[in-house]
């Protein structure tokens, strides 16, 4: 999974040929039916932030540390706490990745043995 904007992909592809290009990739390299190659279109990114509540049951997260977390790169990157979500969506979830990749990760509906 990628951004498919500003990595130079969306000069020469399409983000479907892009997709295409990479899971043949992946499948010669013997990922066959093991693999799925996705081009994150960057507008996606912000839809994601419209409903937190959401954004919240997904990770795993409280409203209020999803606040900190907005908190926290609007000051690494000097914009006011409300500006993150649309000026830097995809750093605010790089952020939070990193953080939830640093602790046990469970998902919705998957429950540990």
Avoid at 35 to 44: D, F, T
Avoid at 46 to 53: G, S
Wanted: charged fraction near 30%; aromatic fraction near 10%.
């Amino acid at each position: 999974m990628w951004d498919y904007h500003g990595r130079g992909w969306d000069r020469r592809y399409s983000p479907h040929e892009s997709e295409e290009r990479v899971q043949t990739s992946l499948a010669q390299m013997s990922w066959r039916d093991l693999s799925g190659a996705v081009a994150i279109v960057s507008e996606l990114e912000q839809c994601v932030w419209h409903n937190p509540a959401s954004l919240c049951r997904y990770l795993g997260a409280s409203n209020t540390k999803l606040r900190a977390w907005k908190s926290e790169l609007a000051r690494e990157v000097g914009f006011r706490d409300e500006e993150v979500t649309s000026q830097a969506p995809e750093e605010l979830f790089e952020l939070i990745w990193r953080e939830k990749l640093r602790s046990p990760i469970s998902l919705p509906g998957i429950s540990k043995k």
